[in-house]
Nanobody, 127 residues
Framework: QVQLVESGGGLVQAGGSPRLSCVVSGRTFSSYAMGWFRQAPGKEREFVAAISRGGRSTNYADSVKGRFTISRDNAKNTVYLQMNSLKPEDTAVYYC????????????????????WGQGTQVTVSS
């Protein structure tokens, strides 16, 4: 049983820089490419960022490129999303997701590619 637990969300002022964490348990974390997605009220879930198994390959949505950074610590079974220069439009529930893969440089921006999901953490950005 693979479990993903996000933390680090909350109420943040515009321009703030919170860091989200997602701890993965149950299987070998380094076997998973990881992704962050978000869903705002009334909108579909959208891709935010992804990282390969070893952390050498990353990709980002255009809306967060240059502001957000995804990283991982395989020794701690944790993936992070450092969010800088937050805007009110970043308000959403943020989800981490895991994709088991043999591809060392594999990462995906597609929702359907991922096998496991966390329960989400709310990030609310006040103006």
């Amino acid at each position: 049983q693979v479990q993903l637990v996000e933390s680090g969300g909350g109420l943040v002022q515009a321009g703030g820089s919170p860091r989200l964490s997602c701890v993965v348990s149950g299987r070998t974390f380094s076997s998973y490419a990881m992704g962050w997605f978000r869903q705002a009220p009334g909108k579909e879930r959208e891709f935010v960022a992804a990282i390969s198994r070893g952390g050498r390959s990353t990709n980002y949505a255009d809306s967060v490129k240059g502001r957000f950074t995804i990283s991982r610590d395989n020794a701690k079974n944790t993936v992070y999303l450092q969010m800088n220069s937050l805007k009110p439009e970043d308000t959403a529930v943020y989800y981490c997701a895991a994709k088991e893969t043999s591809g060392f440089y594999y990462s995906s921006s597609y929702y359907s590619a991922y096998d496991y999901w966390g329960q989400g953490t709310q990030v609310t950005v006040s103006s």
